[in-house]
């Protein structure tokens, strides 16, 4: 089966920028939208940002003017870009895609944001 492979997880400061990939394992594997979702301690996993395959994108509140979706269709590959981190986007990010019905999710990157 298709495994994801996150990177760019970090330890920032407040207000610096990250960057996570997320990658499938096997070439050529196409996906019809993927999102990112976070799940901070004690919280529930929650939709952050998700990009459909008509590239209509979609962010929870908090997001919105500081995080961007992006897929790189040539290497299948899902992006997030974070700037203006907060401590409270802290947690661990999980890359999610549905490819022909199936949901697939990656086993997560850590982000911590220190004031």
């Known amino acids: 089966q298709v495994q994801l492979v996150e990177s760019g997880g970090g330890l920032v400061q407040a207000g610096e920028s990250l960057r996570l990939s997320c990658t499938p394992s096997e070439s050529g594997f196409s996906f019809a939208f993927g999102d990112w979702n976070r799940q901070a301690p004690g919280q529930q996993r929650e939709l952050v940002a998700r990009i459909t395959n008509g590239d209509s994108t979609y962010y929870v509140d908090s997001a919105k003017g500081r995080f961007t979706i992006s897929r790189d269709n040539a290497r299948n590959t899902l992006y997030l870009q974070m700037s203006s981190l907060k401590p409270e986007d802290a947690g661990v990010y999980y890359c999610?895609?549905?490819?022909?019905?199936?949901?697939?999710w990656g086993k997560g990157t850590l982000v911590t944001v220190s004031s």
């Open positions: 999610h895609i549905r490819s022909l019905g199936v949901d697939i």
